[in-house]
Nanobody, 123 residues
Framework: QVQLVESGGGSVQAGGSLRLSCAAS???????MAWFRQAPQKAREGLAT???????AYADSVKGRFTISKANAENTLYLQMNNLKPEDTAMYFC??????????????????WGRGTQVTVSS
């Protein structure tokens, strides 16, 4: 079993930056990790993925503003968020997938989820 714990959320003004972290209890068998977000009354949205070899992919809504990365030695996933907008306000979740490389952001593809960290961006 892999446990994921997010941190780094908070309140920031539009144009500001935050860096989210996701601490994993282990990386054993994990081949893909991702960041998702969910705003009230909206569907969960996949934002970015990173493969075990470091390959990344981004949703158009965050491309050029958000950067996903990981520190294998620390079992930690990151999401650097720059130029934040009010529409980025949401609960942010990290997720992990066993055995298979990243093939997209279908939530059902991910085996483990954190509980989320809230990001609020004010105008």
């Amino acid at each position: 079993q892999v446990q994921l714990v997010e941190s780094g959320g908070g309140s920031v003004q539009a144009g500001g930056s935050l860096r989210l972290s996701c601490a994993a209890s282990a990386y054993i068998s994990i081949k893909c990790m991702a960041w998702f977000r969910q705003a009230p009354q909206k569907a969960r949205e996949g934002l970015a993925t990173i493969d075990s070899d470091g390959g990344t992919a981004y949703a158009d809504s965050v491309k050029g503003r958000f950067t996903i990365s990981k520190a294998n030695a620390e079992n930690t996933l990151y999401l650097q968020m720059n130029n934040l907008k009010p529409e980025d306000t949401a609960m942010y979740f990290c997720a992990a997938r066993r055995w298979q490389r990243c093939t997209g952001v279908a939530a059902n593809d991910y085996n483990y989820w954190g509980r989320g960290t809230q990001v609020t961006v004010s105008s």
